[in-house]
Nanobody
Framework: QGELQESGPGLVKPSQTLSLTCTVS??????????WNWIRQAPGKGVEWIGYISSSGSTYYSPTLESRTSISRDTSKNQFTLELSSVTAEDTAVYYC??????????????????WGQGTQVTVSS
């Protein structure tokens, strides 16, 4: 059984880069056949998929965020990281890392994924 834990600063200034790390336990992020995602939920809005890194290391991002998004991984630490650049107040949200064997890029709810972290609040403010 796996566990995911998000970490990173809770406050980011406008125009800076948001950086979050997901630490995975109970299974390797290189185990074949999984997609490791970042999603977010802003106040009063639905869940928004940001992107994934696959077990093979390939990445795919939401077209609306692609120009500002980078997802990478450190297999030695069993972690994957989100970087979102040029943030604005509209990037304020609870950010989650998730895992699934399916590619889910239009989630209706976080529980569509088979595992997810507890989430971390990120506020963009000066």
């Amino acid at each position: 059984q796996g566990e995911l834990q998000e970490s990173g600063p809770g406050l980011v200034k406008p125009s800076q880069t948001l950086s979050l790390t997901c630490t995975v336990s109970g299974g390797s992020i290189t185990t074949d056949g999984y997609f490791w995602n970042w999603i977010r939920q802003a106040p009063g809005k639905g869940v928004e998929w940001i992107g994934y890194i696959s077990s093979s290391g390939s990445t795919y991002y939401s077209p609306t965020l692609e120009s500002r998004t980078s997802i990478s991984r450190d297999t030695s630490k069993n972690q994957f990281t989100l970087e979102l650049s040029s943030v604005t107040a509209e990037d304020t949200a609870v950010y989650y890392c998730t895992r699934d064997r399916r590619v889910i890029i239009t989630p209706r709810a976080i529980y569509e994924y088979d595992y997810w972290g507890q989430g971390t609040q990120v506020t963009v403010s000066s």
